[in-house]
């Protein structure tokens, strides 16, 4: 079974989606961390985005595996911690905008899904890696308080940070993932819309699993 999560940045999928997940014993699979990989890897050997050839190149190199606990390895090497600092942020929405880099996460992704059940959070799973996942949610926040609880987390981990930096990531990242051509930020026409904005983790994971609960016992 695949159950779909998505949503603008910071708007608490990744939370969600592991608390779901454990709750119901699947396989949790965050495909912003595989873009992420994606983007430090760019940046480490000096991709071209310009450059279909050295991009395919460079693509062709990177192997993924997750461990437990969301660790990411990228060709053995555990990246989990650097994916999530600045540098790679400020690039992740250009390089996940490219086909060749599409192309092989979503290989990758239904890969994963094709023998567990899984809750996969991203930006285009509900509408174009699992448009038939048996439940899509779309998990949006008001863009404020999204930036109180990022700010929260990278000071936390990483110490010096602005929070006016932290707002404006977020806009232009939603605006960059919501504009592009190639599978962008959408909610699937079917996807129930889960507003957290004065919700706490618990309160949004209780909903998603009452929802599904109710559906799989034909509640409602
Ligand atoms: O955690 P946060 O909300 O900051 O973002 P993320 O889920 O780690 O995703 C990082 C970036 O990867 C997004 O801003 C998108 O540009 C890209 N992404 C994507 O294009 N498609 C996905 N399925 C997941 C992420």
Do not use: C, W
């Not at 779309?138 to 990483?158: C, G, H, P, Q, T």
């Amino acid at each position: 079974m695949i159950i779909a999560i998505d949503g603008p940045a910071a708007s608490g999928k990744s939370t969600t989606a592991k608390k779901v997940a454990e709750k119901l014993s699947f396989t949790h699979l965050d495909t912003g961390a595989m873009y992420r990989a994606v983007t430090l890897f760019f940046l480490d050997n000096k991709t071209v985005l310009s450059d279909p050839d050295q991009i395919q190149y460079a693509v062709n190199l990177i192997r993924l595996k997750f461990l437990k606990d969301q660790i990411l390895l990228m060709n053995d090497v555990d990246v989990s911690a650097e994916i999530r600092t600045g540098r790679v942020t400020e690039f992740v929405s250009e390089v996940s905008a490219l086909q060749q880099v599409r192309e092989k996460m979503v290989y990758l992704q239904r890969e994963i899904a094709k023998f567990q059940d899984v809750v996969v959070e991203g930006r285009d799973i509900g509408t174009h890696v699992f448009p038939d996942a048996k439940f899509k949610f779309f998990i949006v926040a008001d863009v404020e308080e999204r930036a109180r609880r990022r700010y929260d987390e990278l000071k936390n981990k990483f110490g010096d940070i602005n929070f006016n930096d932290v707002l404006l990531d977020l806009k232009g990242r939603d605006k960059k993932d919501a504009s592009r051509k190639i599978s962008p930020l959408k909610k699937a026409e079917d996807a129930i819309v889960i507003d957290t904005t004065s919700l706490t983790i618990d309160e949004q994971v209780d909903e998603i699993i009452d929802i599904i609960n109710n559906k799989i016992h034909n509640r409602s």
